[in-house]
């Protein structure tokens, strides 16, 4: 067994984003394999200090994200709480990078600790992000013993700032491929009606943060160009709408009410709070949209594909081409282009069983390529790389 991995995260369940998901699976995934513990910043003040999750402790260190005093204290925190913990760990594995990273960085060099960054946000996890934030952040970005990349486009960006390449490896984000499975047509509707859609309309599927780079005013519009050519379905936004984390933008969800409610469509467009069952919402809809012009390697274009939907994700080179081959196992679209996303839409809403073969192709594709299993093989390849490393 691998000793004493401290996951060092800015988020952890119950708190949702696509890192800490990822950190939770792929903790499960190497149970009796490595030894691993949780340190987490957390939004929610009702939090506890301490809790166990899935049998990993998670320690939690609250932080106010819209005040830049409480992030920097947040990190400092941090690195007390890795002080203290010295002897329960010999790996610390740091996810993201952002402010945390200068101070964990250099407590883990003076204590000599074996230090693994994974990269798994495009515009933040990147060389030039880094620099913009002075010299000292810049040396916490490089200073890994070995850096890990969800994406192809990540690890391009390291290279391209003449950074090791031997200190680099591509760690793909994976999935649960029995939890995120597909439904056939009888759990479909049953989930149909368990969450009170209609069993009789199609659903389109969003799932994410409210966020600019996110896109769901995009979706809203092109799936009202979709309607509007007699393609009648509806739509479900699932995730965070309120301000008060990280990149949310609030007025995003009720912009989208007014204009559906303004178009007489406010009937046919939910909107679902973020939840821990969100393999429900995969298996019951019948589409699924990513229209983000920003991602890395979407966690949640990877959930739904495992499910067997037909998906539509914007062409990010490095990123969604990566998963999606256009027109095999999904379809592509061009950043911000409203009109192709809406005849995409229009072409898998009127050919079912077109979609449904997508589908089945898409699910092919993350089995052979992206199960948890393969993930967790590579972050523990990771530790045992760097465990071996002296000086």
């Known amino acids: 067994m691998i000793p004493g991995v401290m996951l060092v995260t800015g988020a952890y369940y119950p708190e949702i984003s696509a890192a800490a998901v990822q950190c939770r699976a792929v903790a499960a995934a190497l149970r009796g394999r490595a030894d691993m513990r949780v340190l987490t910043t957390a939004v929610d003040p009702a939090l506890p200090a301490?809790?166990?999750?899935?049998?990993?402790?998670?320690?939690?260190?609250?932080?106010?994200?819209?005040?830049?005093?409480?992030?920097?204290?947040?990190?400092?925190?941090?690195?007390?709480?890795?002080?203290?913990?010295?002897?329960?760990?010999?790996?610390?594995?740091?996810?993201?990078?952002?402010?945390?990273?200068?101070?964990?960085?250099?407590?883990?060099?003076?204590l000599g600790k074996r230090l693994v960054l994974s990269l798994h946000t495009a515009g933040q996890d990147e060389p030039r992000a880094a620099a913009r934030r002075g010299p000292i952040a810049s040396w916490a970005f490089r200073s890994a013993d070995l850096v890990l990349s969800v994406s192809a486009d990540l690890m391009a960006r390291w290279t391209?700032?003449?950074?090791?390449?031997?200190?680099?490896r591509l760690a793909p984000n994976g999935v649960d491929t029995a939890r995120f499975r597909p439904a056939?047509?009888?759990?479909?509707?049953?989930?149909?009606?368990?969450?009170?859609?209609?069993?009789?309309?199609?659903?389109?599927?969003?799932?994410?943060?409210?966020?600019?780079d996110k896109r769901p005013?995009?979706?809203?519009?092109?799936?009202?160009?979709?309607?509007?050519?007699?393609?009648?379905?509806?739509?479900?936004?699932?995730?965070?709408?309120?301000?008060?984390?990280?990149?949310?933008?609030?007025?995003?969800?009720?912009?989208?009410?007014?204009?559906?409610?303004?178009?007489?469509?406010?009937?046919?467009?939910?909107?679902i709070d973020a939840t821990h069952e969100i393999e429900k919402y995969y298996r019951a809809a019948d589409v699924y949209v990513l229209p983000s012009v920003r991602e890395a390697h979407p966690l949640a274009l990877l959930e739904a594909m495992a499910c067997g939907l037909p998906?539509?994700?914007?062409?990010?080179?490095?990123?969604t081409d990566a998963l999606v081959d256009d027109r095999v196992n999904g379809r592509l679209f061009p950043p911000d282009d409203e009109?192709?996303?809406?005849?995409?839409?229009?072409?898998?809403l009127a050919d079912p069983a077109g979609a449904r073969a997508m589908g089945v192709r898409?699910?092919?594709?993350?089995?052979?390529?992206?199960d948890i299993g393969r993930t967790a093989d590579a972050w523990l390849s990771a530790y045992r790389t760097v465990g071996t490393r002296q000086g």
């Not at 998906?311 to 990123?319: E, K, Q, V």
């Not at 009109?339 to 898998?348: I, K």
Request: charged share 25%; glycine share 4%.
């Open 217 to 271: 005013d995009l979706l809203f519009r092109a799936w009202r160009r979709a309607a509007a050519a007699g393609l009648r379905s509806r739509l479900a936004f699932v995730g965070a709408k309120a301000a008060g984390y990280y990149e949310i933008d609030a007025s995003l969800a009720d912009e989208i009410r007014r204009a559906a409610a303004a178009s007489g469509c406010a009937d046919d467009v939910m909107f």
């Open 50 to 110: 301490v809790s166990t999750v899935d049998e990993v402790v998670v320690y939690r260190v609250h932080v106010d994200v819209a005040s830049r005093a409480s992030k920097i204290a947040a990190s400092l925190r941090l690195a007390a709480h890795l002080l203290r913990a010295r002897r329960s760990y010999a790996i610390v594995h740091v996810h993201g990078f952002s402010q945390k990273n200068v101070p964990v960085s250099i407590l883990a060099r003076l």
């Open 160 to 168: 391209a700032a003449n950074l090791p390449a031997d200190r680099i």
């Open 339 to 348: 009109a192709t996303l809406a005849a995409a839409l229009q072409d898998v």
């Open 184 to 212: 056939d047509d009888r759990e479909r509707a049953e989930l149909k009606r368990v969450l009170g859609w209609p069993v009789d309309r199609p659903v389109v599927l969003f799932v994410g943060f409210f966020s600019r």
């Open 311 to 319: 998906c539509l994700a914007t062409r990010l080179p490095g990123s």
């Open 362 to 370: 898409a699910r092919e594709t993350v089995t052979a390529r992206y």
